[in-house]
């Protein structure tokens, strides 16, 4: 999945498009003011476009399939939504299991220097029971 956004897509004439996705997101980008002139130099560029250009014009003439796209690009968004969220869980989870990994290790190496229970709770901010539980105490 790729994320545009198209004011920051700077490519303003059709001989610089240099990657398909150059051409996917000027074309997305100007589709309104293309000329039948520019749809053929782009053709000339990517032939395989042509449907496209068809399914375009479709869409922007029948108002019924112009909602459905927009319903569909919206599902689209929150599902990317969903799943950048669910990625930023993830990483969070990652990060706290790495910091009480960490932090267990920590206590580990106090109780072999000979710091007491109190001490080992204090500085690594563990509980007695996760002490417990990964056979420190």
Known sequence: MIYVEFPK???TEIEDLRTEADIWFYLLKNIQTLTEQSRMEI????????????????????????REFEER?????????????????????????GELRKSLETARKMKEEGFNLSQVIRITDLTEEQLNENGIV
């Open 73 to 97: 690009l919206r599902a689209d968004e929150n599902y990317a939504y969903e799943l950048a969220v669910k990625y930023e869980k993830g990483i969070e989870k990652g990060i706290e299991k």
């Open 43 to 66: 053709l000339k560029k990517k032939p395989d476009l042509k449907n496209a250009f068809g399914v375009l014009e479709m869409y922007s003439s029948d108002p019924e399939k112009q």
């Open 9 to 11: 897509f700077q490519i």
